[in-house]
């Protein structure tokens, strides 16, 4: 068992920056792949970031990548996701969530264990 809890939303401007959080509880947390995806009102969830557990590689959706940063620390079993020049078209609920397996996937189906989400609202 996996549980998520998500901080760091808020409101900011266009080009702002934000760093979200997600502690996580759990015995295999640190064998877990993770990731971050987001739903914006009427649209469906779509996939942000990933981290794999066993080479820690990271993939990145082409919208987010070069702006975006996903990351670990094991020892605080804590999940970031770091956002620089954020646009209006990022405003979004985000959640972390976590996969019973040491690869990730860009699929929320393929997820086990999600967090509650954390609004993120960029203004133009």
């Known amino acids: 068992q996996v549980q998520l809890v998500e901080s760091g939303g808020g409101l900011v401007q266009a080009g702002g920056s934000l760093r979200l959080s997600c502690a996580a509880s759990g015995r295999t947390f640190s064998r877990y792949a993770m990731g971050w995806f987001r739903q914006a009102p009427g649209k469906e969830r779509e996939f942000v970031a990933a981290?794999?557990?066993?080479?820690?590689?990271?993939y990145y959706a082409d919208s987010v990548k070069g702006r975006f940063t996903i990351s670990r620390d094991n020892v605080k079993n804590t999940l970031y996701l770091q956002m620089n020049s954020l646009k209006p078209e990022d405003t979004a609920v985000y959640y972390c969530?976590?996969?019973?397996?040491?690869?990730?996937?860009?699929?929320?189906?393929?997820?086990?264990?999600w967090g509650q989400g954390t609004q993120v609202t960029v203004s133009s």
């Open positions: 969530a976590a996969r019973s397996r040491t690869y990730a996937s860009t699929h929320a189906y393929e997820y086990d264990y």
């Open positions: 981290i794999n557990w066993y080479d820690s590689n990271t």
